[in-house]
């Protein structure tokens, strides 16, 4: 359930929350903008800073999660899928060619693409109404002029399903490629340090 996305604190129940009315997104672009449009996130931070939201159903809490996300890192966010997408160099220059072309050539954003329509229902449902929360936040986020979108001269896309199924697809990646690394490190002390070697690999 939801909860697992929006953790509440009893202590803060009674502390006040600023209501926040997301804007309508057309039902043509996400097949939830109807039913967001409607919704209310309750938003408020606690004594250490972390923000918190209150929503009255999942779906709603999937938005108030990703407004959240793009309210305070949105350019964070549009990092990711850029870089998933190998698109860094448009915002960042000639520096990251090399890297998006590397991740060009993975394609890990076309096969989100591909996997976002066999996904079930339920599942599109809640990126569709993250996004949803992300275009929200998005807007706000654009509202302050010292962010890094102001910096850089330039306003991030819309954001869809699919992106989010990139980010993920991009941080499993490195994860796989973290282990592959550390497997053929290990691989190579074993050679060199025989029986020494392995114990060192299994010291807890």
Known sequence: ??????????FLVSCSSTPVRFENENSTV?????????????????????????????????????????????????YLR?????????????????????????GLA?????????????????LWAYSYGVNN?????????SNEFAELDYEPDPW?????LAILLLESFFETKNTFTQDVSETTWMKAWGEEGASLMTMG
């Open 137 to 145: 936040g998005l807007v706000e986020a654009l509202k302050d002029e």
């Open 30 to 78: 996400n097949p939830l903008g109807n039913a967001l449009g409607t919704s209310q996130c309750d938003l408020w931070r606690d004594p250490e800073g972390v923000s918190h939201a209150r929503a009255k159903t999942e779906y709603g809490a999937d938005a108030c999660l990703g407004y959240l996300h793009a309210k305070d890192r949105g350019f964070h966010l549009d």
């Open 82 to 106: 850029r870089a998933a997408q190998g698109r860094l160099s448009e915002i960042l220059g000639s520096s990251k060619v090399k890297d998006d072309f590397f991740m060009r050539l993975m």
């Open 110 to 126: 076309s096969q989100a693409e591909r996997l976002v329509p066999d996904l079930p229902e339920e599942v599109r449902n809640v």
């Open 160 to 164: 869809k399903p699919e992106d989010s």
């Open 1 to 10: 359930g939801w909860m697992r996305w929006v953790s509440f604190l009893s």
